[in-house]
């Protein structure tokens, strides 16, 4: 157990729609990151917040959004949903601002299923 | 722009023997990190191992170590002692400022 929680684990919904995916990072990490895998694109890197500022934006569409809490916690936004979103999402936290240092731990992900 | 890869889609290993899993980087960053992440069928990513581009040894944590090799820009992960519960997916990671860069993984099968 990497001390990273994710919820909920698994996600069904319709085209079109939206979620919220959310995060609780390990005790006293203050990043947390969100990360997507898929089949045709591997895993990639979407967002990072580091104690509440946004750090770090890679691959994330418009359509998603991210925030993160004062108590550290964070939310994955994804709107208008299309079928190719479907795909494991995971959050994962580290303890500073995210150096080639810093190492990640990983939620156990939320495997969302758009039909 | 930074890349990993990983040459091994699959690979079997008896059990009790070793592995070596291959992983590439091209990257003209002086500072950088490479991971390693355990993915078995049940989804979680599980962090192993870690080598810094400064660290002057191999890494190693109980069975798991990593053969690093600057010059090649390699970090190879070395699992020793096989087990069943070794068969997973593996990834190497490119540790970059604020992210990290995923190779395509390699299926470890290990057969009793």
């Known amino acids: 157990d990497s001390g990273v929680t994710q919820t909920p684990k698994h996600l069904i919904t319709a085209t079109g729609q939206r979620v919220t995916l959310r995060c609780s990072p390990r005790?006293?990490?203050?990043?947390v990151y969100w990360y997507q895998q898929s089949l045709d694109q591997g895993l990639q890197f979407l967002i990072q917040y580091y104690n509440g500022e946004e750090r770090a934006k890679g691959n994330i569409l418009e359509r998603f959004s991210a925030q993160q809490f004062p108590d550290l916690h964070s939310e994955l936004n994804l709107s208008s949903l299309e079928l190719g979103d479907s795909a494991l999402y995971f959050c994962a936290s580290s303890a500073s601002v995210g150096g080639w240092t810093d190492t990640q731990y990983f939620g156990p992900g939320t495997r969302l299923t758009v039909l | 722009a930074q890349k990993i890869t990983q040459t091994q889609p699959g690979m079997f290993v008896q059990e009790k023997e070793a592995v070596t899993l291959d992983c590439t980087y091209d990257t003209s960053d002086p500072s950088y990190g490479l991971f390693w992440y355990k993915q078995p069928s049940s989804g979680e990513m599980i962090f192993l191992i870690y080598?810094?581009?400064?660290?002057?040894q191999n890494a190693t944590e109980g069975r798991y170590s990593l053969n690093f090799q600057k010059a090649r820009k390699s970090a190879n992960l070395v699992i020793s002692a096989s087990q069943l519960g070794d068969s997973a997916m593996y990834f190497c990671?490119?540790?970059?400022?604020?992210?990290?860069?995923f190779g395509t993984g390699t299926l470890l099968a290990v057969q009793p």
């Open positions: 990671a490119y540790g970059a400022t604020n992210k990290l860069i």
């Open positions: 080598q810094g581009s400064y660290d002057q």
């Open positions: 005790s006293g990490d203050l990043s």
